[in-house]
């Protein structure tokens, strides 16, 4: 190990996480991970793995108990809209994710760790830049006047300004990035916490041909989506790189809700009715800007949005056809 480059991965038992331990692994570092609990999908790739709770300092303490080349925070309190946006989780969203950054950038800190990445999110961005469905406001200079649409994107903002922060006050060398609804295989696909491709990829699986599935309002809301592995080459590339950002890590391919639907229903090869119903939706409109990014890193996200999908979803409806036979079983 002493020749090796060491991480420190937060959140390593979720799903950005736990693929990025994988990645980390790939190119040769050695890296410890921690989480309340293990990857679900899949066996941790992490040289060294630890269940704990991150709001506790004594545990943030054992974790960084000496000095990391790099470190990745991803560690939050977090979900799709049906958690985000009701209001039911809003002060264990706040004080959770809170708690864990400022436990970690001061162990960061105090360690003298080489560097510090930082998962910021697009909810941070002003909900008034996107009420337009066709035309969102997402470019990094756009985060003031300040009015994210949720708490979870205020707890955000305040954790932007921490880290950069530490990097002005402290010499700590961070890196922000705004990630924009990131999806792809052994993410959350039910429960209630998953995002929009996943919980769209598990209704259409669930589906008969010629079935309906329920979509929370009127499907011409926009978003964009970014698939997993496109998230962790531009973290890295950003972590390489003299850039301490914010900036975005995101798709500019937007589409609607209805969109996307009928997106994954045509990989699916069934025809279905959409049923629209009542739900939190978020802003009208959200899709990144990536004109920073290509400016500061020379690069941008390529891969197609159908092409991610079509991943995903045979993922996902294996999921399905699993836990139905299980459930036939049982």
């Known amino acids: 190990m002493s020749n090796r480059k060491t991480a420190f991965v937060s959140g390593a038992g979720g799903f950005i996480g736990s693929h990025l331990v994988k990645h980390l692994k790939h190119e040769g570092y050695w890296v410890r991970g921690a989480d309340l609990k293990y990857p679900e999908f899949s066996a941790t790739a992490a040289d060294d793995f630890h269940i704990g709770d991150l709001r506790d300092q004594t545990f943030c303490r054992q974790m960084l108990d000496r000095h990391f ?23 264990d969203v706040m004080h959770n994710s809170a708690s864990i950054n400022l436990n970690l950038v001061e162990l960061c800190r105090m360690q003298k760790v080489g560097r510090m990445f930082y998962s910021s999110s697009a909810c941070m961005y002003p909900a008034y830049n996107q009420q337009d469905p066709d035309n969102p406001k997402c470019s990094e200079d756009s985060a003031y006047p300040a009015e994210p649409d949720s708490e979870y994107g205020w707890e955000k903002l305040f954790s932007e300004r921490l880290y950069l922060s530490y990097h002005r006050n402290h010499g700590l060398e961070v890196r922000i990035a705004r990630y924009h609804n990131i999806f792809g295989p052994e993410g959350t696909w039910a429960g209630g916490r998953e995002k929009a491709p996943a919980a769209i990829c598990r209704k259409v699986a669930e589906a008969p041909d010629h079935g309906e599935i329920e979509i929370w309002g009127d499907g011409k809301q926009t978003r964009s989506f970014l698939y997993i592995d496109e998230c962790i080459h531009g973290t890295r590339k950003l972590m390489a790189s003299g850039f301490t950002g914010p900036v975005n890590i995101g ?15 045509v990989i699916a090869g069934k025809h279905l009715t959409i049923k629209h ?54």
Do not use: C
Not at 307 to 317: A, F, H, N, R, V
């Open 277 to 330: 119903i009542s739900g939190p939706t978020g802003v009208r409109g959200r899709n990144s800007d990536n004109k920073l990014i290509r400016e500061r890193l020379a690069w941008a996200p390529s891969l197609r949005l159908q092409d991610g999908l079509e991943k995903t979803y045979q993922w996902i409806d294996q999921q399905v056809r699993s836990r139905n036979e299980a459930v036939k079983e049982a």
């Open 251 to 265: 798709s500019e391919e937007m589409v609607t809700i209805d969109q996307l639907v009928q997106m994954v229903a």
């Open 69 to 91: 080349d790099e470190v990745y925070q991803l560690a939050a309190d977090m979900g799709g809209a049906g958690y985000i946006f009701t209001g039911d989780h809003d002060a």
